[in-house]
């Protein structure tokens, strides 16, 4: 069976860096942290992810090529200290979300556990362009 990709469709043009977008996606569709996604308006959204355990300065978050990239990485202190069951791991994560164009990242809230992404999305205008056709 052959593929389908977004190349497949003629009248799709100029669209390989959204297709490549969806495939980088898809790689990182781990499970942890679980996350909610939540249409606060019409415009805006926010992105609360789980991350009891983190601290702020555990957690980056960060804008690159289009994609929210959230990143936990905990200071693994078991050496200072004896664990008789060790159930709770340090762990670490990256979580990446696909943002249209128009789409800003407002403000980050950690609070009780859990990490607010804020979202705002910008309407485009609608332009209509009028190409001249000349004789040749």
């Known amino acids: 069976m052959t593929k ?3 190349a497949s469709y003629p009248h799709m043009l100029g669209f390989e860096q ?3 977008l969806l495939e ?3 790689k990182s569709s781990e499970g942890y942290p679980p996350f909610n996604i939540e249409q606060t308006s019409e415009c805006s959204y926010r992105i609360t992810l789980a991350v009891a355990g983190f ?13 929210l990239v959230i990143r936990g990485r905990q200071k693994d202190d078991g050496a200072e200290r004896v664990f008789l069951h060790r ?5 670490q994560f990256q979580r990446s979300f696909v943002l249209a164009d128009g789409v800003e990242v407002g403000e980050a809230v950690m609070e009780n556990g859990l990490l607010h992404v804020d979202l705002k999305m910008s309407r ?5 362009q009028t190409i001249q ?3 040749g």
């Open 87 to 91: 159930g709770i791991a340090a762990r």
């Open 55 to 67: 601290r702020e300065e555990d957690l980056s978050i960060t804008v690159e090529d289009r994609q």
């Open 24 to 26: 980088r996606t898809a």
């Open 18 to 20: 959204l297709e490549q």
């Open 133 to 135: 056709i000349r004789k």
């Open 4 to 6: 389908l990709t977004l």
């Open 124 to 128: 485009p205008e609608t332009v209509v």
